[in-house]
C-alpha cells in the first residue's frame, strides 16, 4: 500500500513539473513573436488642376429635320421601293399607288380641254361672223351680244378644263411619294395593298439626323439672366461655351457641339424654358429620341484640388475621407466638395495639394492605425486605377 501511494506521489510531481515548463515555454514564445505588419492600402496623392465652370443637364435628341410621308389621294399602295431604318436621298421614290383612277381622271380631263377648246373656236367664229353682219345692218345688238356672251362661257370653260387636267396630272404625280430631302426612312405603317388617303396618317418619316439637336430645359431664373445680357452678349457667351455628351453607356460623344437655339416663352406647367443644341452626326451613332447627359462648360477656369469620388464616405455629420499622414497613420479629414468633374470632386474646404487619401482598402483601417500606403494614379475620366507609370486602358 506505501509503494502505491509512493507511486502516485511521484507521478503527480511530474506532472506538475511539466505543467510549469510548458508554461515557461508558452509564456517565451508569446514575448518573442512578431508583431503584425501594417495593412496594404491604396492611396493617391492630390494635385491641382485647371476646372472649368460646368453645368450638367438630361437632355434628349431629336432628329434636326422629319418628313411624314402621307398619301394626297385616296389609293391602294401597289409598290414598297425602300427598305425600312435605309438611307434615302432626296427624289427617290419610295412608294407608289395604284394610278388608275388617277389615269381615268386625267384620260377624262384632257377629254373635256379638247371640247372646251373646240366649243371656243366655235364661239369664236361665230362672234366673227356675227360682228362683221351687225356691221352692215343685219343683224340686232341683242342677238349681238348673246354671241359675246357665248364666247365668254367659252372661255370660262376653257379655263376650268385646263385646270381640271392639271389638277389630273398632280394626282398622277402623287401616285409616286419620294423623299423630300437626303435622310433615313423610318418604319412603314402599312403594307402592299392597303387603302391610304390624306386622313390615315403617316405611312413613313424620313429623318435628318446630321446634325443632330440636342433638346434640354433651363429654369426661368438662369434664361432670365442669359437673355438679360442682351442679343449680341448671348452669341458672344454661346461660343465661349464647349458642349459635350454622355451617352447611356457612360461613352463621352466624340464630336462636340454647339447651343442653336432658345425658346422665346417658358413652359408654364414646368417653369423652364427649352433650349436646343446641335451636335454633327456624320456616322450616325445618334438616333431620335436618346436619353443624354449634356455637359455645358466654359473656355477658362480656375485651379482647384480634385479629390476622387471613389475615396469619399459619408455620415450624418456629413463627408470625410480617410488619408495617410507623414508617419504612416490612417487619419479621418472632414470635406466639402463641389462640382463632379468626371470621376473627381472639386474639393471646398479640408484638403490640400500632396494629401494622400486613401482609395482602396478603407474597409481594412480606421484613424489612429499605421499603414503601408501603396500609390495609385486614377483616370481623371473614369476613375480607373493604375500603377504610376503604367498606361491607362
Known amino acids: 500500500m506505501q509503494l502505491l501511494e509512493m507511486f502516485y506521489k511521484e507521478r503527480l510531481r511530474a506532472l506538475g513539473w511539466s505543467l510549469v515548463l510548458s508554461l515557461l515555454v508558452g509564456c517565451s514564445e508569446s514575448a518573442e513573436s512578431p508583431s503584425p505588419q501594417p495593412v496594404a492600402v491604396s492611396v493617391v496623392e492630390l494635385k491641382t488642376s485647371e476646372v472649368r465652370p460646368s453645368r450638367e443637364f438630361v437632355a434628349r435628341t431629336s432628329a434636326s429635320a422629319r418628313a411624314d410621308i402621307t398619301a394626297r389621294i385616296e389609293a391602294e399602295i401597289r409598290e414598297v421601293l425602300f427598305r425600312e431604318g435605309a438611307r434615302v436621298e432626296q427624289g427617290q421614290v419610295l412608294l407608289r399607288l395604284e394610278d388608275t383612277r388617277a389615269n381615268a381622271d386625267l384620260q377624262q380631263a384632257e377629254a373635256e380641254l379638247a371640247a372646251a377648246r373646240a366649243e371656243l373656236d366655235s364661239a369664236r367664229r361665230n362672234l366673227d361672223r356675227g360682228e362683221d353682219v351687225a356691221g352692215k345692218g343685219f343683224l340686232s345688238a341683242a342677238d349681238l351680244d348673246k354671241l359675246k356672251d357665248r364666247f365668254s362661257a367659252a372661255q370660262s370653260r376653257l379655263q376650268t378644263a385646263e385646270a381640271a387636267l392639271q389638277k389630273a396630272r398632280t394626282n398622277l404625280e402623287y401616285a409616286e411619294l419620294k423623299a423630300p430631302f437626303n435622310g433615313w426612312v423610318g418604319r412603314l405603317n ?89 451636335f454633327p452626326n456624320p456616322d450616325a451613332v445618334l438616333v431620335p429620341g436618346l436619353y443624354v447627359t449634356l455637359k455645358v462648360s466654359g473656355h477658362t477656369g480656375e485651379a482647384r484640388v480634385l479629390v476622387p469620388q471613389v475615396a469619399i464616405q459619408e455620415t450624418i455629420e456629413g463627408k470625410f475621407v480617410l488619408l495617410v499622414d507623414d508617419q504612416n497613420q490612417v487619419a479621418q479629414r472632414f470635406i466639402k466638395t463641389g462640382a463632379r468633374d468626371g470621376a473627381l470632386l472639386v474639393v471646398e474646404s479640408g484638403l490640400e495639394a500632396g494629401d494622400r487619401v486613401i482609395v482602396e482598402g478603407l474597409q481594412k483601417v480606421r484613424a489612429g492605425v499605421a499603414v503601408n500606403p501603396v500609390r495609385k494614379d486614377i483616370d481623371p475620366d473614369t476613375g480607373v486605377l493604375s500603377q504610376p507609370g503604367e498606361a491607362q486602358p
Not at 437655339?261 to 433650349?275: E, H, L, N
Open 190 to 278: 402599312y403594307d402592299v395593298g392597303a387603302v391610304v388617303g390624306p386622313g390615315t396618317g403617316p405611312i413613313t418619316s424620313v429623318l435628318v439626323t446630321d446634325p443632330m439637336y440636342v433638346e434640354f430645359q433651363v429654369n426661368e431664373a438662369e434664361f432670365i439672366a442669359f437673355r438679360r445680357a442682351g442679343a449680341e452678349s448671348a452669341q458672344a457667351v454661346a461660343k465661349s461655351l464647349d458642349l459635350s455628351l454622355t451617352l447611356s453607356d457612360g461613352e463621352v460623344y466624340a464630336q462636340p457641339g454647339t447651343l442653336d437655339f432658345a425658346d422665346v416663352q417658358t413652359d408654364a406647367s414646368t417653369g423652364t424654358v427649352a433650349i436646343r443644341a446641335v
